[in-house]
């Protein structure tokens, strides 16, 4: 792991909000794994108790079921907490497009709800996830932090806006805060299911059941994807990292690119199956291309993402496919 050999002060403690989704899920295993008391916020509309459920009894974890939306509930899970990791947000681009006032009201005011708890409550690390969506239309490649374009959703405006609150409340406040900029993380327990799941649990499932699927566009849209272990590392160092470092945003990625085209050959091939694709309509919000420049993480943070993409999507469909094993 690229994270193993760090160490926090002995009897630390984590909140990770959203920590019954996808990512939170994972990071909530990993510092679990490691030793460490981790505290569990979401109010599981995005999350799902399944993927808790095995930590339940462990005595290092607690769960609260509450909303970032609720001040109050942000100010008691942030009690005792010395480093939060914050997940919780709506995710998807067109849904956001769909959605705009339920969006404000989650990723931004939940946001800075969370951040003023962690000022109130003395939190000595407060990471965040932001998005490779606040480069907008930017066409230069690879993306390099501050040379950013006009965001293209509201999902990508409350990303842009959470970073600025970070540096707000780094400056005025004091909080340390480090922003994340995941490209399209993938893995164990992302969900494939629904109109907005992510293009590579709905290509594995399909093609696991055998099912045909709409690849968006032409297909030759590419994405730096970036493995889910890759991003349990950067949330660990950013935790672990200088108190010089902060108000600042790191993308988090491998640093390559894949076309969807290119992905759905390599699950063909690996899945032995001769499924053709259908080609659909250019998603509203989407960007074509992005592939990100990971120096200043590997620079500043230690960042150094150990998966490549060959490798994690491998685990991932080995993953899917004992999930299959288990329903059947």
Known sequence: MGYSDVVF?????????????????????????????????????????????????????????????????????????????????????????????????????GTVNMMEAAVKNNVKKFVYASSSSVYGDSIALPKVEGIEGNVLSPYALTKKVNEEYGKIYSDIYGLQTIGLRYFNVFGRRQNPNGAYAAVIPKFIINL??????????????????????????????????????????????????ESLNEIFALLKSELMTDIAPIYGDDRIGDVKHSHADISKAKLLLNYSPDWDFQTG????????????????
């Open 208 to 257: 696991l059941n055998n099912k045909t699927l709409v690849i968006n566009g032409d297909g030759k849209q590419s994405r730096d994807f970036t493995y889910i272990e890759n991003v349990i590392e950067a949330n660990i160092k950013a935790a672990a990292s200088s108190s010089n470092i902060t108000g600042e945003a790191f993308n988090i990625a491998c640093g390559n690119r």
């Open 313 to 328: 999507i491998l685990e991932t469909i080995k993953w899917y496919k004992g999930l299959l094993y288990e329903e059947n």
């Open 9 to 109: 002060p002995r009897g630390s403690k984590f909140l990770v909000t959203g920590g019954a989704g996808f990512i939170g899920s994972n990071l909530c295993e990993a510092l679990l794994k490691l030793g460490y008391r981790v505290r569990c916020l979401d109010n599981l509309s995005n999350g799902d108790y399944e993927n808790i459920k095995p930590f339940i009894k462990n005595t290092n974890f607690e769960f609260i079921n509450g909303t970032i939306t609720d001040y109050e509930v942000c100010n008691h899970a942030c009690k005792g907490i010395d480093y939060v990791l914050h997940q919780a947000a709506w995710g998807s681009v067109p849904r956001s497009i769909e959605m705009p006032l339920y969006y404000e009201e989650v990723n931004i005011k």
